[in-house]
């Protein structure tokens, strides 16, 4: 098994009843997929030539998983697009990764075109709807059964690249993860090897496909030859009830996910009576929650993962059993290094640090990204000596059990969303009554973290926090608008060097919380 296309014939060769793929109530065998999937392929071969970038801008869907897979089929890299960004971020991605096909959804109907004629590289605009197609558009429904399938066993493989994944920030220039074969099947059978995930599976999928957690959800129900049920957008009242009808015994959820569920006044435990297992990951858990879940949904085995894009996506991995309050700090652990992935704490001399103290958590692995999209200069200061620096400040305990304590470039992660600080302050100070700010994470029940900014004003200007949100807004993405501001008439703190001590402002949130400062 050395490529997607091959986990997929893999599960088409099992007899699992039911399994396949439900979406919008059609219901497909992956032994149909592979047909839709070698098809599909077969007209992107055709539009493409070998490495091209076909990008992927939509909502979830049957139309996405194909293409994930059909891409690489046609020697083609997979590139999904994170769909809650603005129309300036999206112009700034697409233009870096120069996609020669942008498939799109009704979602993004009215948008893709003009982005398409910004970026200048697009050659086909590929609608995947269900409506009508914009002008100038080929229809997904019309162009794939007229297509020549392509051979079973055409495409990339092994070491190719088969997607470019961008992380959650365009701080200067956006960051596209090139990922390879090898490096996804890696973390697939690294991660699952320590799960408890039967085969025919019924995996309930609603996190964001241009997320690695989504397609890491994908290729478990792959693996297991299962059945995928997925839904368009994360609903707490449509994901229990897709739970319920389905009976789906697994899912995928980020913590504000999990959190949202459990809150909704029309919460029923009975809906996910079938549920025995649930992977969760990409933001802070509150350690309320999690007991939380554990008394809403007993029978449930909860596995926490910590990773990240580069490493396709996992690195750790805490097991249901440690996830028993009795053995104290290890709730709060991200878990054990997975098998066939080594990680070391360094200090700022590159040296590795001893058990319990904080430095930089570096990992290693088959799974671990062969780099950045045109970026050697990044990819040689991420990657050095074939170890990937995270950029998480970590320590781990003598039992082997990381524990992330903070993330050193001041990384935010909302609602398992990715968002860097210095993005939102590059928006901030771009209002002309805004003399300097700091925008840090604050704890929050909802989204594990969220945006906080403070900020000093030029003497005799006034600006309050709905004008300034607003005018973020127009800048970045909606999720990356501070939820709070607070205004100082004080000077920030600084450094010696200059550099204002985010550190002294994020304390007074922080106080008695499990996050370094």
């Known amino acids: 098994m050395s490529s997607l296309q091959g986990l997929l014939r893999r599960a088409a060769g099992f007899s699992n009843p039911g399994s396949g793929m439900i979406f919008d109530g059609q219901h497909r065998s992956w032994g149909e997929v592979v047909e839709r999937c070698r098809t599909l392929g077969g007209l992107l071969s055709g539009l493409t030539e070998p490495g091209d970038r076909v990008a992927v801008l939509a909502l979830n869907s049957d139309r996405y998983v194909e293409l994930m897979i059909a891409c690489p089929w046609a020697g083609a890299i997979y590139v999904p697009i994170n769909t809650r960004l603005a129309r300036a971020e999206l112009e700034a991605l697409l233009s870096d990764c120069m996609p020669a096909v942008l498939a799109f959804d009704d979602h993004f109907r009215d948008l893709a075109p003009g982005l398409a004629a910004a970026v200048g590289t697009v050659r086909t605009l590929l609608y995947i709807g ?5 002008d100038g558009s080929l229809a997904y429904d019309a162009a794939v059964p007229a297509a020549v399938p392509l051979d079973p066993f055409a495409g990339s493989e092994g070491s190719d690249i088969c997607t470019i ?9 956006a960051k596209g993860v090139l990922l390879s074969h090898r490096n996804l099947i890696a973390s697939l059978l690294q991660g699952t090897s320590q799960m408890t995930v039967p085969e025919g599976t019924r995996m309930l999928l609603a996190a964001p496909m241009f997320h690695q957690a989504g397609s890491f959800a994908t290729l478990v129900t792959l693996l297991r030859a299962g059945r995928l049920v997925l839904q368009p957008a994360f609903h707490p009242a449509a994901f229990s009830a897709a739970a319920r009808s389905e009976e789906v015994d697994g899912t995928l959820l980020v913590p504000t996910m999990i959190n949202m569920i459990l809150s909704d006044p029309a919460f029923d435990a009975e ?15 509150p350690e309320a929650l999690l007991l939380r879940l554990g008394r809403a949904l007993p029978q449930v085995k909860p596995y926490q993962v910590y990773g990240q894009t580069e490493a396709a996506p996992l690195i750790t991995l805490l097991r249901p059993e440690d996830h028993d309050p009795a053995l104290g700090a290890r709730i709060r652990s991200a878990g054990q290094p997975l098998p066939g992935v080594e990680v070391k704490i360094i200090g700022a001399d590159g040296a590795a640090l001893p058990t319990g103290e904080v430095g ?15 970026q050697p200069e990044v ?22 059990f990381v524990h992330i304590v903070d993330r050193i470039k001041d990384m935010i992660i909302s609602g398992g969303e990715n968002i860097f600080s210095v993005e939102v302050e590059q928006a901030i100070y771009e209002h002309e009554a805004v003399l300097e700010c700091a925008v840090i994470g604050v704890p ?4 594990g973290e969220a945006v ?6 030029k003497d005799g200007k006034e600006l309050g926090p ?11 993405a909606g999720y990356k608008v501070p939820r709070t501001v607070e205004f100082s008439t004080a000077p920030l703190p600084v450094s010696g060097a200059g550099k204002i001590l985010k550190s002294a402002i994020r304390a007074p949130h922080w106080a008695g919380r499990a996050k370094a400062i």
């Not at 994944?165 to 220039?173: H, L, V």
């Open 130 to 134: 269900r409506g009508t197609p914009p």
């Open 165 to 173: 994944c961008y992380t959650g920030g365009t701080t200067a220039r």
């Open 466 to 476: 709905d004008d300034l949100q607003s005018f973020c807004r127009d800048r970045i």
């Open 444 to 447: 929050s029940d909802l989204w």
């Open 379 to 400: 990819t040689a200061a991420a990657m050095r000596g074939s170890w990937l620096h995270t950029g998480d400040g970590a320590f781990m305990d003598e039992d082997g």
């Open 452 to 457: 906080h900014a403070v900020v000093r004003l």
């Open 271 to 285: 809906a996910f009576a079938a549920v025995r297992y649930m992977i969760y990951g990409a933001s802070p858990m």
């Open 360 to 374: 930089e958590l570096c990992a290693r692995g088959a799974n671990t990204a062969v780099g950045y999209w045109r």
